[in-house]
């Protein structure tokens, strides 16, 4: 079975601050990571993905993720978060031999201005 | 590449009802996707078509709902008999066949609300 935890229901930071989104993952065999952001009334819209390679994944929007193998994590990051980035987020994971994705709850991502 | 495509946006129906949701894939896309997301929750998987062929299901999926892609490219999901607990967005995912490794691209979904 896989599965995904995102451990903070709310984020919240001030323009201009580092913003971080927590993920961990359970899975069987090397996994397939996504994030997606969703904003109201939307479907989601695809981030970026880790399938193999650098840990350090960078993305659409100045986003950036961080696989850590033995932590089983993959953390969303941003240096300098805007207003507009204010949305609610999801980690994705699927098997190596699998199509569907499993998705967190979702974190709320709030930024003040 | 003009994205997936849903239809309804929204739909209102009493218990009891049978509704009918169409996605549209990305046109170069054979794998299509349905899932289901409730308020506060990730989505959920529900079923998997590669081509015209449904390949999996879920245990969500139970006998009122049925899932057809007769020709490979658009895809409709029925709700029999609906219940209050059908309550829900109804998202619609396609990706490449071509490669395994790129990401499913969503639809804006269909919000299906049961009096």
């Known amino acids: 079975a896989q599965s995904v935890a995102q451990p903070e229901d709310q984020v919240n930071v001030a323009e201009g601050n580092p913003l971080t989104v927590k993920c961990t993952y359970s899975?069987?065999?090397?996994?397939?990571l996504f994030w997606y952001v969703q904003y109201p009334n939307r479907g989601l819209q695809f981030l970026l993905k880790y399938i193999t390679g650098d840990n350090l994944v960078k993305g659409s929007y100045g986003f950036e993720a961080e696989f850590n193998k033995s932590q089983t994590s993959f953390h969303l990051k941003k240096p300098s978060a805007l207003v507009s980035d204010s949305a609610l987020y999801f980690c994705?994971?699927?098997?190596?031999?699998?199509?569907?994705?499993?998705f967190g709850a979702g974190t709320t991502v709030t930024v003040r201005a | 590449d003009t994205g997936v495509s849903q239809d309804p946006r929204h739909k209102i129906t009493k218990r009891g009802q049978n509704v009918t949701f169409r996605c549209d894939p990305i046109s170069e896309h054979n794998r299509l996707y349905w899932y289901r997301q409730t308020l506060g929750q990730g989505p959920e998987f529900l079923t998997y078509?590669?081509?015209?062929?449904?390949?999996?299901k879920s245990r969500l999926l139970s006998d009122r709902f049925s899932a057809e892609r007769p020709k490979g490219s658009f895809s409709t999901l029925e709700i029999q008999r609906t219940e209050q607990g059908d309550s829900a967005m109804y998202l619609c995912?396609?990706?490449?066949?071509?490669?395994?490794?790129?990401?499913?691209?969503f639809g804006d979904g269909t919000r299906l609300s049961i009096l």
């Open positions: 995912a396609s990706s490449s066949g071509t490669d395994i490794n790129q990401p499913q691209h």
């Open positions: 899975v069987s065999g090397n996994p397939y």
């Open positions: 994705a994971v699927r098997g190596p031999n699998d199509y569907k994705l499993s």
């Open positions: 078509f590669q081509n015209e062929a449904q390949l999996e």
